[in-house]
């Protein structure tokens, strides 16, 4: 058989070219995995930043709802604090009212409940001669008796002098304002002085004419504008 040179490189020929179409092949399936994994790795880092965002969401909402929960318990707290106020304040009313009645002081004074606690309002006519800021007999005993009361008590005190508009002007007092503010300060200093409550319960300012509570037109009106009133504050 003899040996022909053309059919050597036809052999080679074909043989180069199968293996340039397997490369060709091998490359594009290479290319195909590289950018498949590319988008597989872009798409996990999407779903990374989802699942970061949704996580921080719910942690945040997790927060709120804490906050929420707690600021609940304490307004709940704090109603049922109102509402023992309220019971507290009740039951002063009641007990004060009882006492006054027992020390026949229930012609002397009126009992009112406030925003601020348990108001206790004096005739000044029962304390102070007119135009007088000194504690008159009757007014020493009424205020014993009613500042055992106040001493059995650990609630802050609120004293306030009040007068009706008629001009007062005398070398004491030149005006309504220096004559409401004494009477509160000697009501205090009998309260501090002779019934031994501590000073830093107490409170003490005048308004003189101002803050009437009925009108100043009448002797019957202006009689009611003319007080003291002690506030047990809640």
């Known amino acids: 058989m003899s040996w022909n040179p053309e059919d050597k490189k036809h052999e080679i020929e074909f043989s180069s070219t199968w293996l340039i179409t397997y490369s060709d092949m091998i490359t ?49 707290a704090q109603l049922f604090g109102l509402q023992d106020i309220k019971n507290d304040i ?21 009992i009112l409940e406030n925003e601020r606690g348990l108001l206790i309002r004096f005739k000044d006519s029962i304390l102070f001669d007119s135009g007088k800021a000194a504690i008159s007999e009757e007014g020493y005993m009424i205020l014993h008796k009613v500042g055992d ?46 019934k031994g409550i501590h000073k830093e319960r107490v409170s003490v300012s005048g308004f003189g004419e101002h803050n009437p509570i009925d009108t100043n037109a009448t002797s019957k009106g202006r009689a009611k504008n003319r007080r003291i009133e002690i506030t047990i504050v809640n």
């Not at 009740?90 to 009126?110: G, H, P, Q, Y």
């Not at 508009?165 to 002085?193: D, G, H, M, Q, Y």
Request: proline share 3%; hydrophobic share 40%; glycine share 0%.
């Open 90 to 110: 009740k039951t002063s009313k009641e007990d004060f009212i009882s006492f006054l009645r027992e020390k026949n002081l229930m012609d002397a004074v009126d």
């Open 149 to 194: 009361k106040l001493k059995s008590i650990n609630n802050p005190i609120i004293v306030e002098g009040y007068t009706d508009n008629i001009p007062i002007c005398t070398p004491e007092f030149p005006s309504n304002w220096e004559l409401s503010v004494a009477r509160s300060i000697n009501v205090v200093k009998f309260f501090t002085e002779k």
């Open 28 to 76: 594009i399936i290479l290319c195909f995995f590289i950018i498949f994994f590319t988008f597989s790795t872009k798409e996990l880092s999407a779903l990374y930043q989802v699942r970061n965002t949704l996580t921080a969401e719910v942690e945040q909402l997790h927060t709120e709802n804490t906050k929420l929960r707690s600021e609940k318990e304490s307004l709940a």
